[in-house]
């Protein structure tokens, strides 16, 4: 142990005399650790921010949002989604606890004494904040009363309330909705942006037949639904058979594509992936290329100095190192300089990174992991491709060393 | 029993086809405390046999007894154990570690000894550069010494531990006449402390320090 450890300190010498080939190696290693060190922390940051959102959006949740696939893409609003649509799915899921229509009016006109703000009037049943897990923080909730009754009160999304009442206490004030007079009874707690860039606290929630009768001149058309079961186990099973309700309710020839969507927390996952997968691969092609680059440089360099220090090589043999001794320190040599290229690598990678959250709001997350990863990496780099020259140096013949 | 014993060591070379027999039955005893050189023209075979008793190297045939063990058919291992323990080398061209300080230089072979005490070396090896008188040089780099120094801690390298034979090879080839008296006078003055000294050489000033002189011609001692 004590020989071990009294060679690996002639590596460190090493590393400190060869300065040049020290820079050259560290600077290659660290290139390579540090794009790696990236794309495991943006592993990780997208799959916290799966996560986060599956945990947002409900795990145990299904969305069903009018309108078929096709239609949406080129982006027409048709609505096929009944209000007895919702009531048949009600009788026929007992497993469900909570199935709340909404129908939403974008970019409506919303109006406190002199300012005005446009938002989205979403139409809900009481069952908004237990539908959206999304809780009233000031004021109360809509009551059943207040959608039996078509009254005219609304809860307010934070963002509304700083546009239109700054400091001011909003719950019992009247706004103007597309010119009614509408009572403000509760405020939502804030909910940040989605990964879209959407304003989630941009919107007011009204009672749905409020909206649907007195603003849409609509009876019978939803433009989504929520459905949430006590047992989210079951829900990849709930989703099809809903799939296959609404199918039936609608007509659909078998051939036919749905006239709706459905949107699972699969669905996010999915939606994520696809957003940060190609920058992953980006940077997994660009990290794996230049840490074998790195792998070369480090063994062409360790190659030329074995040859340069072949006289050093024959000396320490003279006094008695091993053929084994000396393949340790120069896989010594390689390890610790492989092992500063990782360190700052991912020193490195964190600059980056918080760059690359700047320019591009991609989620990175930090952890233990990301570090560990890169270590293991760049110790790895320094053995497989330190091995050949350092092998070369221990099989030198102490004559032919000594003698050159 | 002497220190080295050789039998009709022979060693040839292979230089494509062509064997190239350099040494041709070498017969040589070298007792506990002689102080002995060997000379010989240039070829003559002189490096070749010191590669062999330094144990770098092994005969290609006869028999080689050092320390009462036969060095023939020891394995490249058990070689680099024996010239750890029993030799310190001495060269032309003093082959001390450019990057390392003189006291590190010195403490070379300790690295590679079977159970090192570090302490106990760092010790002994300030001991032995005063008595080569460098004790105030422990921190310089050889670049930063003269001829006659490196070649000092060189030699204070070979007796860090405490070695049966001292082996050196033209130990004064680069040195000017006055440094090589200094550097043959301290050899001496360690065959006079009981250390085994042999010393190759084509200097017969240089041989004249030895107390007996071998002459090596076409790889076989005359006289
Ligand atoms: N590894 C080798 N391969 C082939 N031939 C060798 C090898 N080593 C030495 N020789 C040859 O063996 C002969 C003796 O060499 P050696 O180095 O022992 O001579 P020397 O007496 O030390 O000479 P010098 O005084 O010039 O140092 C030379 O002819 C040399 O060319
Ligand atoms: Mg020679």
Known sequence: MERFAAILQQSILAVRAFKLRTFFCVVSVALGISSITIIVAATEGAFKKAFDMVALFGPDSLLV???????????QREKTLTLEDVQAVREAFPGAYVVAPSTAMPDTTIAY??????????????????????????????TEDDVRGLRNVAILGSHVVDE??????????????????????????????????????????????????????????????RVRFVDQNKLIQYEEELRLLLRQRHRLAPDAPDSFRIISPKEIIKFLAALTGSLVVFLGIVGIISLVVAGFVLANLFLLSVRERTKEI?????????????????????????TLGGIIGFVSALGASRLLTLIAAFPIHFSWKAFVVGLLLSWFVG?????????????????????? | MPLCVLEDVKKTYRIGEDEVEVLKGINLQVERGEFIAIMG????????LMNIIGCLDIPSSGRYILADKEVTHLSDDELSVLRNEHIGFVFQNFYLLPYATVLENVLLPTLYMEHSKNGLARKRAREILELVGLSDRAKFKPNQLSGGQQQRVAIARALINNPDLILADEPTGQLD????????????KMNEQGKTVAVITHDAGTAAYARKTLRIRDGLIVD
């Not at chain 1, 949002?65 to 982006?75: D, T, V």
Request: proline share 5%.
């Open chain 1, 113 to 142: 004494r002199d300012k005005k703000y446009q938002s989205i009037v979403v139409g809900s049943t009481s069952d908004f904040s237990r539908a959206w897990t999304w809780p009233v923080v000031e004021g109360a909730d809509l």
């Open chain 1, 383 to 404: 053995i497989a491709f330190g091995l050949q020259p350092a092998s070369r140096a221990a099989n030198l013949e102490p004559i032919e060393a000594i003698r050159t």
């Open chain 1, 314 to 338: 024959g000396i320490r043999r003279s006094v008695g190192a091993k053929r084994s001794d000396i393949r340790l320190q120069f896989l010594g040599e390689a390890v610790t300089l492989t």
């Open chain 1, 164 to 225: 239109l009442f700054g400091d001011e206490d909003p719950v019992g004030k009247y706004i103007f909705v597309k010119g009614i007079p509408v009572q403000v009874v509760g405020v939502l707690s804030e909910r940040g942006t989605t990964p879209t860039g959407q304003n989630m606290d941009n919107r007011l929630i009204m009672p749905i037949t409020t909206v649907m009768r007195k603003m849409q001149n609509e009876r019978k058309y939803v433009s989504v639904f």
């Open chain 1, 65 to 75: 949002i009018s309108g078929s696939e096709e239609a949406r893409a080129i982006g």
């Open chain 2, 41 to 48: 023209p240039s070829g003559s075979g002189k490096t070749t």
């Open chain 2, 177 to 188: 006449s006055k440094t090589a008296g200094e550097i043959m006078d301290l050899l001496a």
